[in-house]
């Protein structure tokens, strides 16, 4: 039985050692190796030939074209499955540098601390650190007139035009591939809750 996989498998190389492909491949290689400046272009070749391989597999296993949709970011699981009150999202600001960042859109929750450049006390976004950034990406503005107040209900966004809710759909899509989800805003707490 050993013997005929191996006989079988020894066919199978000498058509491949037989075809053109295999000769233009080996010719290819011979004529890059004498010259010491071609290794380069055969590391750039090989690297290139990898990631096309590894698209063309993607694409043939039908996970290439949909890896960042909307459902798929929709679908994201949450890793901890914490829930965050606006006033406790608060608190990680990027203010201490102790406590990582996070920033809340459309209800879930990003881990943001490995763009602390960005979204911490010096950052271009730092308005956002800490809060629900939904309203502001969906209008572009980044100033603290379109962050709702930490005690008041959270934003329900039903007013966005379609451009703004394709906006904020764009920006959804790239947290959810760049950043990892630590949990859900929900609505503060009201005073008669807590009582009971």
């Not at 949450?78 to 829930?83: H, M, P, Q, S, Y």
């Not at 990680?92 to 990582?100: I, L, Q, V």
Request: glycine share 6%.
């Amino acid at each position: 039985m050993v013997e005929s996989a191996l006989a079988a498998s020894n066919e199978q190389l000498e058509r491949v050692y037989a075809s053109p492909l295999w000769a233009t491949a080996c010719h290819t290689v011979q004529s890059i190796v004498p010259d010491p400046h071609n290794y380069t272009h055969l590391a750039l070749v090989g690297i290139a030939l990898f990631f096309i391989i590894r698209i063309a597999v993607s694409f043939a296993r039908g996970s290439g074209a949909d890896y960042f949709t909307m459902d798929k970011v929709r679908r994201q699981a949450v890793a901890t499955k914490r829930t965050f009150t606006p006033r406790e999202l608060c608190e990680f600001n990027g203010k201490d540098e102790s406590t990582p960042v996070y920033l809340a859109i459309r209800g879930i929750v990003y881990d943001v601390s490995k763009s602390r450049h960005m979204y911490g006390p010096q950052g271009p976004y730092c308005n956002f650190a800490g809060r629900d950034a939904s309203r502001g990406l969906a209008l572009s503005a980044f100033d603290e007139s379109v962050l709702t107040d930490l005690d008041a209900p959270i934003d329900p966004l039903e007013e966005l035009e379609k451009s703004e809710q394709a906006a904020l759909d764009e920006w959804i899509e790239f947290f959810g591939g760049k950043y990892t989800p630590i949990g859900t805003l929900v609505e503060p707490l009201v005073e008669s809750k807590k009582d009971q």
